[in-house]
Nanobody, 123 residues
Framework: QVQLVESGGGLMQAGGSLRLSCAAS????????MAWFRQAPGKEREFIAG????????SYADSVKGRFTISRDNAKNTVYLQMNSLKSEDTAVYYC????????????????WGQGTQVTVSS
């Protein structure tokens, strides 16, 4: 049974930083491309960052480029999202996702999802 469990969300003031973690189990983690998506109230879930199985290729949405960094530790079966210079518009539920493909930005490219962690940024 595949499980992706996010942690690290919370309340932060604008300009601050948070690091999200996603611990994976029940899959060959090192074979999976991983990604972070987010969904704000009343909006569609959107891709924000992805990383290939090896960790040497990444992709970011324009809205977070230069502020967020995705990384992974295959020895720990964990993917991270370092979020710096947070803005109020970053407020959303953040989801970890895994898919057997190269880095991609479509929801349909990922078939394993976590339950999400709330990030709230106050201005």
């Amino acid at each position: 049974q595949v499980q992706l469990v996010e942690s690290g969300g919370g309340l932060m003031q604008a300009g601050g930083s948070l690091r999200l973690s996603c611990a994976a189990s029940g899959l060959t983690f090192s074979a999976y491309a991983m990604a972070w998506f987010r969904q704000a109230p009343g909006k569609e879930r959107e891709f924000i960052a992805g990383i290939n199985w090896k960790g040497d290729r990444t992709s970011y949405a324009d809205s977070v480029k230069g502020r967020f960094t995705i990384s992974r530790d295959n020895a720990k079966n964990t993917v991270y999202l370092q979020m710096n210079s947070l803005k109020s518009e970053d407020t959303a539920v953040y989801y970890c996702a895994g898919g057997l493909s190269r880095v991609a930005s479509r929801l349909t490219d990922y078939n394993n999802w976590g339950q999400g962690t709330q990030v709230t940024v106050s201005s």
